[in-house]
C-alpha cells in the first residue's frame, strides 16, 4: 500500500493531472512515484499473469476565481485515458465552493509490464483541487 497527498488547494487545467507533494505511505517496488507529479506507476512485479491494484481517490474540488459555475469533475486516467465508471462529478454553487469527491477502481497490471496512473481534470475548464488524497493497494 501506497498514499501521496497534497493538501494545499492546487489549479489544475483542463485535461491536466492533480499533484501529489507529499509521500504519506512509501509503498513497495511495484507503486512508484516522485514527489510533485501526478503520475504514478504501477508494476507488474509477479509470478501470476497479472498484478491487482486498488486505487482510491478522494479530494475537494471548486470552481477558481474567474471561472464559469458549471458541473466541475475529475477521473482516475490509465496510461493518460480517463476511465470514465471512476469519474467524480460535482456542481458547486458558486465559485470557490468546495465540494467532496471520491472514487476507486481496480486496475490490473500484466507480468512484467508498467501503467501509468493520474487523476486527470476531466472539465471543460481549470478547476482548484485541495486535499488531493490517493491509496494505491496490492490486492494480488
Not at 501470476?48 to 469533475?73: H, L, M, W, Y
Not at 512484467?112 to 491509496?135: H, L, R, W, Y
Amino acid at each position: 500500500m501506497a498514499e501521496f497527498t497534497n493538501v494545499a488547494a492546487q489549479t489544475v487545467a483542463a485535461n491536466g493531472n492533480v499533484v501529489f507533494s507529499n509521500t504519506a505511505v512509501k509503498g513497495s517496488n511495484c507503486i512508484q512515484h516522485r514527489e510533485g507529479s501526478g503520475i504514478i506507476t504501477l508494476r507488474g512485479l509477479t509470478n501470476q499473469c497479472k498484478a491487482r491494484f486498488f486505487v482510491d481517490f478522494s479530494g475537494n474540488i471548486a470552481i477558481p476565481t474567474g471561472g464559469t459555475v458549471e458541473a466541475i469533475s475529475l477521473a482516475i486516467a490509465i496510461s493518460g485515458e480517463p476511465v470514465l465508471s471512476s469519474q467524480m462529478i460535482s456542481t458547486p454553487a458558486a465559485v470557490g465552493q468546495y465540494n467532496n469527491v471520491s472514487s476507486g477502481i481496480y486496475i490490473d497490471v500484466p507480468r512484467g509490464c508498467c501503467v501509468n496512473i493520474a487523476v486527470e481534470n476531466t472539465s471543460d475548464q481549470a478547476i482548484s483541487v485541495a486535499n488531493a488524497n490517493i491509496v494505491v493497494t496490492r490486492e494480488a
